[in-house]
């Protein structure tokens, strides 16, 4: 086990649009911090959907979930926060009243004054075809998720999943790809009735009960090979690109295995109050992690939740602290920043 003895005044769990902020919001605030973050790049859930509009962050214009993600980590890394990526947090000690102990699945440990739990609804990964040469597919054209929608002009996708997400997809190719068809292993799809009814608007073909059970082609995938589940009729389908949206695979050992007495709520969400607070002292929770009365689930709410989590771990570290940070228009800590974008050419 690796120990990197130095003391953090706050180690925020998860590098998503509530840890981004809280890691920027706690700088503001002269703290000492460091961003433990499970995947291999920071951004969070918001990866999982690059390309969707995203509307409802005040003050902002729509922007594609791919550019927020650019800001968000611009604006988390203000003040130069310690980033870890990669690493999975396996559990928690609290050694003492100011002092966390955190143990990583790269036997590392981490050590830090307070911590600010902002890992979302827990690691999400993509559930992958069951098929033995899928994997050799993934950097050409099969994709678990949709980075660009360029990837898609004038090609015949297939699209696999009965959810909202598939049939969103769907929707939103058809107009720019050659064809979508969409397949579903169950009886119906499970999507909101106005979307299904896009499908045949959109000339977007769906297949229920069927499966895709092979993949053929040497560098790209060139046919599919599908079942139907209720006939065993076994067919194949030529295509030049397939989506696969068969859901995530959650990740919850932090929360299972912690070796912190956690008020969880449904076994995993902690249950805290509208500033953040869990019921072990120094320990916060902020965005979808966090469970109270009046939750607002927006990245909107995630930001609020990162700053009354880092303004708790201020006052939790010095009681005469100010509750909450000086604005930005006031601040000298931005005085020369404004600079570099006031004369910016």
Request: aromatic share 8%.
């Amino acid at each position: 086990m690796k120990d990197n003895k130095e003391l953090y005044d706050v180690t925020i769990i998860g590098g998503g649009p509530a840890g981004l902020f809280a890691a920027f919001y706690a700088g503001l605030r002269e703290m000492k911090v460091k961003v433990i973050e499970a995947q291999d790049r920071l951004g969070g859930k918001v990866h999982v959907y690059p390309q969707k509009m995203i509307w409802d962050v005040g003050g902002m214009t729509p922007v594609t979930g791919s550019e927020l993600m650019e800001q968000m980590i611009e604006q988390g890394l203000t003040f130069d926060p310690t980033i870890e990526l990669q690493q999975t947090i396996t559990k928690m000690n609290k050694l003492d009243s100011t002092t966390f102990e955190l143990e990583t699945d790269q036997q590392k440990k981490h050590y830090s004054k307070t911590v600010i739990m902002a890992v979302g609804g827990g690691i999400i990964d993509p559930i992958k075809l069951d098929i033995d040469n899928a994997s050799g597919y993934e950097h050409s054209n099969l994709f678990y998720r949709v980075q660009s929608i360029k990837d898609f002009k004038d090609k015949k996708v297939l699209i696999s999943g009965g959810g909202s997400s598939s049939v969103d997809w769907a929707n939103e190719l058809a107009p720019i790809a050659k064809q979508v068809i969409l397949i579903y292993r169950g009886d119906e799809l499970k999507a909101h009735e106005s979307d299904i009814s896009k499908l045949a608007k959109n000339n977007v073909e769906y297949w229920t009960h069927t499966e895709i059970t092979g993949l053929q082609g040497d560098d790209r995938i060139n046919e599919v090979k599908l079942l139907h589940n209720q006939t065993n009729k076994t067919d194949t389908l030529s295509v030049d690109a397939v989506l696969v949206n068969h859901g995530y695979n959650r990740n919850h050992q932090l929360m299972t295995e912690s070796g912190l007495q956690i008020d969880l709520k449904d076994n995993y969400f902690i249950k805290g109050n509208v500033l953040g607070e869990s019921n072990v002292p120094g320990l916060y929770g902020a965005g979808d992690i966090l469970s109270h009365d009046g939750k607002l689930h927006l990245i909107a709410g995630a930001f609020q939740d990162a700053a009354n989590a880092v303004n708790g771990a201020k006052r939790y570290l010095d009681p005469e602290a100010q509750k909450v940070a000086l604005v930005s228009s006031h601040n000298d800590r931005f005085k020369e920043k404004n600079k570099e974008y006031i004369y910016a050419e």
